[in-house]
Each structure stands twice: as structure tokens, then as C-alpha cells.
């Protein structure tokens, strides 16, 4: 696929606006396809595209705290899941249907059909795109108690998977390799002693 210039490529929202629509059919002659947004999402759609890995870099995402709006609408639908079963299942159970709905898994969700016609319109991914971050992960973290979490499985906040990928990726001539080593093989307790030596 040839590089289209920045101003012929569609916005990455789910609903790109009628005007950017129209100009990309009349300077390409044909509709968009998923690889001709614009980055992150052009990577996202040339992988669904080509079924394989590529070899250009994948594109930085900038990951935020969760959203207040789309973390809200998540809670709400688990929330209704959990009318008919435990915190816990209600969780495993969206994320299955999710999973299913996407496209991601070939296993049917074994949801009523009642239950997924909620969820179906309910379930907005536009706000989630708008405002990327590990959701699902931030669910966890947050609801820890009772039956919740029951396998205790917490995850690592991205900020600090992202600090250590910089830490672990940075120029050698930047940063002591003895310093970097300490670093990412010890974690917190690391930071904050090295914090209050120096």
C-alpha cells in the first residue's frame, strides 16, 4: 500500500467526520480502508489487513489514567451482569463476550440472549478509542476487595511497565548500566532508596 499524505488520511475516530470522507473519495477514487487512518490505527488495521506481523516499528500509544466517562459506562455493564451472577463471574463473563464480539476469540459467549442485546447497545467503543488506557486492568486494581479479584491477580500499572521499557531501551551512554540494572530488577524499593541517596 503506497503512503497517502497526511492530509488525504482519515482521523482515528470510530465516526470519522462527512467532510474527511468526501475528500479521501475524491483524491483516491475509492472508500478508506482500516490501514488508511492515521497512526496508531493505521498499524491496527494493516495487521488486520495483512494477517502478520510487519516490520516497521509499531507506533507509540499514549496510554492515560482511565477516562471517568467510558470507565463508567464499563462499570454500568458489568454492574447489570452482576444481577445475575457474582462480581467476579459478571467480569469474566464481559470480558468473554467482549473478546467474542471483537473478533478476538472464536469461543460464543455463553451470555442470554437478553443479556447480550444489553451489552450490544450498551457498549460504546468510540470513548474507549478517544481516550486509550488498560481499562479492564484499572477494574481490577480498583475493585479489590471481597469476591472481586478472588485469584488476587493484580497488574502491573502501565506507567511503570512504561518507565521500565525506557529504563531498559535508553542509549547506554545516557544512564550507568550498574544504576539500569538495579532499576529494573528491583523495582520500587530500588527507585525509592536510589531516590533518597543521591
Same mark, same amino acid.
Given at each position: 500500500?503506497?503512503?497517502?499524505? &497526511?492530509?488525504?488520511?482519515?482521523?482515528?475516530? !470510530? $465516526?470519522?467526520?462527512?467532510?474527511? =470522507?468526501?475528500?479521501?473519495? =475524491?483524491?483516491?477514487?475509492?472508500?478508506?480502508?482500516? %490501514?488508511?487512518?492515521?497512526?496508531?490505527?493505521?498499524?491496527? %488495521?494493516?495487521? =488486520?489487513?495483512?494477517?502478520?506481523?510487519? $516490520?516497521?516499528?509499531?507506533?507509540?500509544?499514549?496510554?492515560?489514567?482511565?477516562?471517568?466517562?467510558?470507565?463508567?459506562? @464499563?462499570?454500568?455493564?458489568?454492574?447489570?451482569?452482576?444481577?445475575?451472577? %457474582?462480581?467476579?463471574?459478571?467480569?469474566?463473563?464481559?470480558?468473554?463476550?467482549?473478546?467474542?464480539?471483537?473478533?478476538?476469540?472464536? $469461543?460464543?459467549?455463553? @451470555?442470554?440472549?437478553?443479556?447480550?442485546?444489553?451489552?450490544?447497545?450498551?457498549?460504546?467503543?468510540?470513548? =474507549?478509542?478517544?481516550?486509550?488506557?488498560?481499562?479492564?486492568?484499572?477494574?481490577?486494581?480498583?475493585?479489590?476487595? %471481597?469476591?472481586?479479584? !478472588?485469584? &488476587?491477580?493484580?497488574?502491573?500499572?502501565?506507567?511503570?511497565?512504561?518507565?521500565?521499557?525506557?529504563?531498559?531501551?535508553?542509549?547506554?551512554?545516557?544512564?550507568?548500566?550498574?544504576?539500569?540494572?538495579?532499576?529494573?530488577?528491583?523495582?520500587?524499593?530500588? @527507585?525509592?532508596?536510589?531516590?533518597?541517596?543521591?
Amino acid at each position: 500500500m503506497a503512503a497517502l499524505p &497526511a492530509r488525504h488520511l482519515l482521523r482515528p475516530s !470510530p $465516526t470519522p467526520r462527512f467532510d474527511d =470522507l468526501f475528500e479521501f473519495l =475524491l483524491s483516491q477514487g475509492r472508500l478508506p480502508k482500516l %490501514g488508511d487512518a492515521r497512526p496508531p490505527w493505521s498499524y491496527c %488495521g494493516l495487521l =488486520l489487513e495483512y494477517v502478520r506481523l510487519l $516490520t516497521e516499528p509499531i507506533p507509540h500509544l499514549e496510554y492515560a489514567t482511565p477516562h471517568p466517562t467510558p470507565l463508567k459506562a @464499563l462499570n454500568r455493564c458489568i454492574d447489570h451482569l452482576a444481577c445475575r451472577e %457474582g462480581a467476579w463471574e459478571a467480569f469474566h463473563l464481559f470480558v468473554n463476550w467482549l473478546a467474542w464480539m471483537l473478533g478476538v476469540s472464536t $469461543t460464543p459467549s455463553t @451470555l442470554s440472549d437478553t443479556l447480550q442485546e444489553y451489552l450490544y447497545r450498551n457498549v460504546n467503543l468510540g470513548p =474507549l478509542l478517544e481516550h486509550p488506557s488498560d481499562y479492564l486492568g484499572a477494574m481490577l486494581s480498583d475493585n479489590r476487595q %471481597g469476591s472481586w479479584n !478472588p485469584h &488476587a491477580f493484580f497488574l502491573t500499572p502501565h506507567a511503570v511497565c512504561e518507565m521500565m521499557v525506557r529504563m531498559t531501551l535508553m542509549p547506554t551512554s545516557t544512564i550507568c548500566l550498574e544504576h539500569l540494572s538495579q532499576f529494573v530488577w528491583h523495582g520500587y524499593r530500588s @527507585l525509592s532508596s536510589h531516590h533518597h541517596k543521591n
